[in-house]
């Protein structure tokens, strides 16, 4: 099958580098043609494609979207739409279907009614419409909105941060006739004796991020965990109406000024900003140290996770409905043989053992806060877990040491990703349904 892509910047916004990407990842160059918005031929296939870094759904330029208040509204981006003269030459009887798609982000919960709403205003069958984003409940949210356009999760971070890891901890030398020894770098085998119980770091400011960082702070375990907030500058200089309502989707208002006031003083006395195993790097230019967090190249390079036994991820997400999005960030610790606590929206740990099988180590970790779908009380279930397993650490010791395979398994789950051939069966898969 020969794929005929329309992209045009200029009319539809997006970004057109994602899509050329896309393509270039997935077919020969024999196996496509690029057009612009002026396609003349009636007997060909079209698929025309829109690709973002962020949100489609926040950046969708559509009058549906009026009709609900809480629908994302455009913050200063150029809008992304389908252009007039794509839509009539669809209505003239071009077979087109429509891509729009993210690979980085789960976007708007409503994302599927959203767009439904803008095809059945332009007046394009729903059924000729593709929307790939990150959310492992895409299919869900079709059901409920009864809605007929074709969704798919791809699963992009994930495959990109397994293979990135595997090239990172793998060592290959040269024989002299020309053939590769390769093998794993000692120092990201299994560790038995680490040096923190817990491991959590935190990059930008979010609600449930903050919440953590001071949960550690009041219970006066800053001693048992590997802890950073690399963003508190954005809480510490942001107004204070703002500040007094961070909390709201995670603590119950009676309780908001005390941690509050906690985190305020944590990150005045420089309380665990940083990991205290990071080496800081040093920009040439200011000479002042880099702060990168914990996924980026330094924490690999450096193999900070070979520090904690049990890692409290805080993900991109927490307090949307009918979202799980699985990024690196709970992908990295399987690799580096750590026990998961995942901070996220529910149903992250059930999605991420349903997508991958990995294990999670129910016989020792209560993860029934995964299920709790009130914001409220799965944070006080998250938190009454830690602290449960804080005053355990002879016990969680004991665990890993006598579970290396269960964890040696669940490392190669995660390397095995990176060989997943989902999304370019997707891509392939991209056709006009008559």
């Known amino acids: 099958m020969h794929y005929n892509f329309i992209i045009d910047e200029k009319l539809s916004g997006g970004v057109k580098s994602e899509s050329i990407e896309r393509i270039e990842n997935f077919f020969d160059k024999s196996e496509y043609t690029i057009c612009d918005c002026n396609i003349h031929d009636k007997s060909l296939i079209y698929i025309f494609l829109v690709g973002v870094y962020g949100y489609p759904s926040h950046d969708l330029n559509s009058v549906t979207k009026q009709k609900n208040s809480d629908w994302p509204k455009q913050e200063g981006k150029e809008s992304i739409q389908i252009p007039k003269s794509i839509i009539d030459k669809y209505h003239s009887g071009f077979k087109i279907s429509f891509l729009f798609f993210t690979t980085d982000e789960c976007d708007n919960p409503d994302s599927v009614e959203i767009f439904s709403d803008y095809l059945d205003y332009i007046k394009i069958n729903q059924k000729h419409f593709y929307l790939s984003t990150g959310n492992e409940l895409l299919e869900k949210n079709k059901k409920i909105y009864s809605s007929q356009i074709n969704v798919n999760t791809n699963n992009y971070l994930p495959l990109v941060v397994s293979s990135i890891m595997n090239k990172k901890t793998t060592k290959q030398f040269k024989k002299t006739d020309g053939s590769w020894i390769i093998y794993n770098d000692k120092e990201y085998n299994f560790r038995e004796n680490r ?12 609600s449930h991020r903050l919440g953590i960082y001071t949960f550690f702070i009041k219970n006066n375990l800053t001693d048992k965990v590997d802890l950073s907030f ?9 107004d204070i109406g703002w500040k007094k ?20 003083d944590g990150i005045k006395n ?16 200011t000479g002042k140290k880099l702060y990168f967090g914990a996924l980026h190249e330094v924490a690999v390079d450096q193999n900070l996770y070979k520090h904690g036994y049990i890692s409290v991820i805080t993900e991109s997400q927490w307090g949307w409905k009918n979202i799980v999005h699985i990024t690196e960030k709970s992908i990295v610790p399987f690799f580096f043989h750590q026990i998961p606590i995942i901070v996220a929206p529910p149903n992250h740990v059930k999605s991420m053992k349903d997508r991958y099988g990995l294990d999670f180590f129910d016989d020792i970790i209560n993860h029934s806060y995964d299920s709790i779908e009130n914001h409220h009380l799965r944070f006080k279930a998250l938190t009454e877990e830690i602290l449960r397993l ?43 349904k008559e």
């Open 245 to 264: 309502n961070i909390f709201k989707d995670v603590l119950d208002s009676n309780i908001d000024e005390e941690w509050i006031d906690i985190a305020s």
């Open 230 to 238: 690399l963003d508190y500058e954005s809480f510490m200089f942001s």
């Open 195 to 206: 040096n923190k119980l817990f491991q959590c770091y935190n990059n930008a400011l979010k």
């Open 390 to 432: 804080s005053k355990l650490e002879t016990e969680i010791h004991d665990f890993v040491k006598d579970n290396q395979n269960r964890f040696e398994k669940n490392k190669e789950i995660i390397k095995n990703i990176q060989h997943s051939k989902e999304n370019e069966n997707f891509w392939r898969s991209l056709t006009y």
């Open 270 to 285: 420089k309380i665990s900003l940083k990991s205290e195993f990071e080496k800081h790097k040093i920009d040439s230019k």
